[in-house]
């Protein structure tokens, strides 16, 4: 795959965030944490959150995870760093994007090094990261 700095990695949209698949996640990962569940639980944090539950930071990353191996393969992904600056809350719509900041090669194979953001139209980035994929 060619690719160059500055590139922009193609959008990858979650055009809700579904509150029943973060129950189901909680009931796998045995999270007792009511706040992926209870929205009263979210409603009494003094956060202005609302009534709406908190997606697990592994569900967001996902995301993001959904659009590297769009853009370059099951399994490109090498190296990934995240920062989780904000919640996402159910029923939101985000957008995982990304791009990239550097083309580099080691050890005979070629990577692209990437900044990878998940974003809310009014809230902004919810997480962040970096991100190095392999370029076949």
Do not use: K
């Amino acid at each position: 795959m060619n690719c160059v700095e500055g590139q922009a990695i193609p959008e990858w949209v979650m055009p809700e965030v579904p509150a029943e698949r973060m129950r189901t996640m909680a009931a796998i990962l045995r999270d007792p944490n009511p706040l992926h569940w209870d929205r009263d639980a979210v409603a009494a944090l003094p956060l202005g959150l609302g009534r709406r539950t908190i997606n697990q930071g592994p569900l967001g990353l996902s995301y993001m995870v959904n659009m590297l191996h769009a853009w370059a393969g099951p399994d490109s992904i090498r190296r990934l760093v995240m920062r989780f600056p904000q919640v996402v809350l159910d029923g939101e719509h985000v957008v995982a994007r990304g791009t990239v900041t550097a083309v580099v090669e080691d050890q005979g194979e070629r990577y692209a090094d990437c900044d990878i953001w998940l974003e809310h139209a009014e809230r902004g980035v919810l997480l962040e990261g970096e991100a190095r994929v392999a370029l076949t």
